[in-house]
């Protein structure tokens, strides 16, 4: 089956730095992978979508990338804020479903 | 900004006891979801519905879970007699505006506790 997996170790950073969090997953390429922010006791919130046919997407101080050879997207925060201390999750979606399949996410904790 | 909302917030109830977890989804979206998240894991898919029926369920949604949708606008998980292992975060989410069926719109949660 297909999994997602990302880096269970917190990331720590400074303020202003750029931080980068990975997503790997495993057999098939999925159709679609997802971005989400979450806070503490809070619900996911959508960050962005990219396709496997795309190779980088930005919005803002966000700019995430799919790559079908390494199986992998990278999710980068550019000028990094205390403000943007949270969990991440990664979360691929196949072809003809619109439920994703999430990964246990990664703690980014930006230190002012 | 429309969003997803969820009540109770919190819930505390017996082991065996039937609990009803309500939402209501953003108005112009057309799927409809139940997601949960144990305390430190991942957020687990339970359950979609469209078009007034599941489209489709998780393992995990057993014969001890429904949903409904009993009017326009609520959208509801009945869990019949809850076990120790159903205290969870549970998350209605739901899809299909503008921004198309991908992007999910996750409401802030019912966190239930199963005693």
């Known amino acids: 089956s297909q999994k997602i997996e990302q880096n269970s170790e917190a990331l720590n950073i400074q303020e202003g730095k750029t931080a980068t969090l990975t997503c790997n997953y495993t057999?098939?390429?999925?159709?679609?992978l997802q971005w989400y922010r979450q806070d503490p006791g809070r619900g996911p919130v959508f960050l962005l979508l990219i396709r496997e046919n795309e190779k980088e997407k930005r919005k803002e101080r966000l700019k995430v990338t799919f790559d079908t050879t390494l199986k992998q997207s990278l999710f980068h925060i550019t000028a990094s804020q205390p403000a943007d201390s949270a969990t991440y999750l990664c979360?691929?979606?196949?072809?003809?479903?619109?439920?994703?399949?999430f990964g246990r996410g990664t703690s980014l904790i930006v230190h002012p | 900004e429309p969003e997803v909302t969820q009540t109770p917030s919190h819930q505390v109830t017996q082991m065996g006891q039937e609990v009803i977890l309500r939402c209501v989804p953003i108005s112009n979206h057309l799927y409809f979801y139940w997601y949960r998240q144990i305390l430190g894991q991942k957020v687990e898919f339970l359950v979609s519905?469209?078009?007034?029926?599941?489209?489709?369920k998780s393992e995990i949604f057993d014969d001890q879970f429904s949903v409904e949708r009993p009017d326009g606008s609520n959208f509801t998980l009945k869990i019949r007699s809850t076990k120790l292992e159903d205290s969870a975060m549970y998350f209605c989410?739901?899809?299909?505006?503008?921004?198309?069926?991908?992007?999910?719109?996750f409401g802030p949660g019912t966190r239930l506790l199963v005693l």
């Open positions: 057999n098939y390429s999925p159709a679609y």
């Open positions: 519905f469209y078009n007034n029926e599941i489209s489709e």
């Open positions: 979360a691929q979606g196949s072809g003809g479903s619109y439920i994703p399949t």
């Open positions: 989410a739901s899809s299909g505006g503008s921004s198309g069926g991908e992007t999910q719109y």
